[in-house]
């Protein structure tokens, strides 16, 4: 059912504004929730309809879900998010220049060109070709004693790097622990020539004159920008709420399992055409030391993210929200383009119809759950009644205090 699902779980939640959220309730119905109605499903053999007659009558959704509480967030623009445009811009503006004099040291850029030897033989992936790279020595991330077998020497000059590549590799198993032998060239010094920060260096690499320009249209850019992330993230809030407090009475057991095993497998392919083992591979991306603790791992998101999926369709049943053909063709046109997808074939080797659909329907039950939802001012009616005695008491003692000639000069 589900093709290339590893992609597609993560992407379609990042172009939802959703992640797999919500600590688990205990699966029971709870007193008092919202029912949701499988009625908008009934007989209906759209893509949102049979979601609808599959998860809805299984969910009982939070009863405050058209009114949930929160409190807005409100991300402010600081000289700190403008230091670092202007950094971005003098960075920007910086160039290279290659000198062929001069003695290398650490913490010079160098271009260089070698090629690899184990035992008198060159290995795979070991040269540069002839053709350059450029490495900062005593930070390049080669392999040790590497960079400072470059320094005091000089443009022109041609070498042996001498190394023993550790063990494990895990980039090349068949390296490691072995002694290396890289015929090496210093090509040149890199020099980089950075730019001062002023009117001319905005205008010529900017629409704007001055440096007061910039800096006011980066302001109003961060501040839009923040507007959005601080709308996505109380988006986000609001249905972590509901999907905190609503219950799920049983779950697809079949499609959990179908997502589970093909999540796996698709990690394993992954492994095997990186030719790498997939404890490995594993332990590099998820910080995982063991399958079984992967297994876990994906089982564990699987149900999160169906959890979240069922209380959404079952909100879209409840409230009638569905998709359009017009908004799903929307939708893909969108992904196709993000992702430089040309044809039918190549995009539904990625993407389900069912999934995008699912991520235009989760999109409107986001949008629709946030405009109903309630901004917390910090008040509620047992403060206010607190309040209220407050405010009771200190006109009492005010009108006592002014009867009182003594007090009442005191207090002109």
């Known amino acids: 059912m589900k093709k290339k699902i590893c992609m597609f779980l993560v992407g379609a939640m990042c172009l939802a504004g959703l992640s797999a959220c919500g600590d688990k309730k205990e699966d029971t119905a709870g007193e008092g ?13 759209s893509v949102i309809g049979k979601m609808k007659s599959d998860y809805a009558e299984y969910v009982t959704i939070y009863d405050k879900y058209m009114e949930v509480k929160y409190t807005p967030s409100k991300t402010e623009v600081t000289d700190n998010d403008i230091e670092k445009d202007k950094a971005s811009l003098i960075a920007q503006g910086t160039t290279t220049e290659k000198q062929t004099t001069g003695i290398a040291t650490y913490g010079d850029a160098v271009n260089i060109d070698y ?5 008198g033989t060159a290995f795979d992936h070991g040269s540069t070709e002839g053709k350059g790279t450029e490495i900062t020595l005593g930070s390049s991330g080669y392999i040790d004693n ?19 590549f550790p063990d494990p590799y895990t980039n090349d198993e068949t390296l490691s622990g072995k002694k290396a032998t890289f015929d090496t060239t210093l090509n040149a010094i890199v020099v980089k020539k950075v730019p001062e920060y002023n009117d001319e260096l905005v205008k010529s690499l900017t629409s ?12 109003e850019k961060h501040k839009e920008d923040n507007e959005k992330n601080d709308k996505t993230k109380d988006k986000q809030n609001i249905l972590n709420t509901i999907i905190t407090n609503s219950t799920i009475s049983q779950y697809p057991e079949d499609e959990m399992k179908e997502l589970i095993d093909s999540m796996i497998q698709q990690v394993k392919s992954l492994a095997e055409a990186n030719n790498v083992d997939l404890t490995t591979l594993i332990s590099y991306y998820y910080g ?13 998101y699987v149900e999160n993210y169906i959890r979240q999926k069922m209380i959404i369709v079952a909100i879209a049943a ?3 929200i569905d998709v359009t053909e017009e908004e799903y063709e929307a939708r893909k046109k969108e992904l196709m383009d993000s992702y430089s997808i040309t044809d039918d074939n190549t995009f539904n080797q990625y993407y389900a119809k069912e999934d995008v659909y699912y991520v235009v329907l989760a999109d409107k039950v986001s949008d629709y759950v946030y405009e109903h939802a309630v901004i917390d001012n910090g008040s509620n009616s047992d403060n206010q009644q607190v309040q209220d005695m407050l405010t009771s008491a200190a006109t009492t003692e005010t009108v006592t205090e002014a009867s009182s000639e003594e007090t009442s000069t005191e207090a002109k």
């Open 318 to 320: 409840a409230e009638n």
């Open 208 to 219: 704007y004159a001055t440096t007061a320009e910039y800096e006011q249209a980066m302001r």
């Open 33 to 45: 929730g919202a029912a949701a109605t499988t009625e908008a499903g009934k007989n209906d053999d």
């Open 146 to 164: 590497f960079d400072e077998q470059i320094v005091g020497h000089k443009p022109g000059d041609s070498f042996d790097v001498v190394v023993t």
């Open 115 to 119: 090629t690899g030897y184990v035992d």
């Open 288 to 300: 995982l030391q063991t399958e079984d603790d992967f297994k876990d791992y994906i089982s564990n």
